[in-house]
């Protein structure tokens, strides 16, 4: 069973427009989540961060939001750049009495057309 | 500065061959991560050690898969004898002690092919 989903395997957006990527939970004990951005032949690399307690992150163009009663979070990037076009994974972590495991979804292919 | 370092970047084996997998985590970062990607599964956490101690090894498909850390800047994922089915890109990541501990700092992969 997938603890986290990211149920949109791609999406589409025009330049300067926002992107909206998705992500789903199950375990109400994950108490950190995260964004990875992956380009092809590297590894990912860590975007940007939330703490449960908090509902709001942001840096930059890049805006997490956090619902914690709907175990749904978000990813904003606004405008969006065709250098955004990646593979984005949401993880999170502190569940199983660890709070250093990650667990990932299965990341949503973003691509920014000009 | 250097991020995570990972060696080989490609590797390409036959089936019943012994592959070791390096890494070299971000200097002074105090736990370690393999990861292994496939279409089918995503990204899988296989271990992760902790001041050179390895703390969940769950992960770990089965007996031919091993790992170690025998300091604070070298680690090792070992599988012998290989299968095909282990062909996968294997990620090595690193985090900090403290606050920052939830970040992970991946490297760049190495990509297995057992033939």
């Known amino acids: 069973d997938q603890q986290v989903k990211q149920n949109s395997p791609s999406l589409s957006v025009q330049e300067g427009r926002i992107s909206i990527l998705n992500c789903d939970y199950t375990h109400s004990m994950f108490g950190y989540f995260l964004w990875y951005k992956k380009y092809p032949a590297e590894g990912p690399t860590f975007l940007i961060s939330?703490?449960?307690?908090?509902d709001k992150n942001e840096d930059g163009r890049f805006t997490v939001f956090l619902n914690k009663s709907a175990k749904h979070l978000s990813l904003h990037i606004v405008p969006s750049q065709p250098g955004d076009s990646a593979v984005y994974f949401c993880?999170?972590?502190?569940?199983?009495?660890?709070?250093?495991?990650?667990?990932f979804g299965s990341g949503t292919q973003l691509t920014v057309l000009p | 500065d250097a991020g995570v370092i990972q060696s080989p970047r490609h590797e390409v084996t036959e089936m019943g061959q012994e592959v070791t997998l390096r890494c070299k985590p971000i200097s002074g970062h105090n736990s370690l991560f393999w990861y292994r990607q496939t279409m089918m599964r995503g990204l899988e956490l296989l271990i992760y050690?902790?001041?050179?101690?390895?703390?969940?090894d769950s992960g770990m498909p089965e007996d031919r898969f091993s790992a170690k850390m025998p300091n604070a800047s070298f680690s090792t994922l070992k599988i012998q004898p290989s299968e095909p089915r282990d062909s996968a890109v294997y990620f090595c990541?690193?985090?900090?002690?403290?606050?920052?501990?939830?970040?992970?700092?991946f490297g760049p992969g190495t990509r297995l092919l057992v033939l």
């Open positions: 990541a690193s985090s900090p002690r403290g606050a920052a501990a939830e970040t992970q700092y």
């Open positions: 939330i703490s449960s307690i908090k």
């Open positions: 993880a999170a972590s502190g569940t199983s009495g660890s709070a250093r495991q990650l667990t």
């Open positions: 050690f902790n001041n050179n101690v390895p703390i969940d």
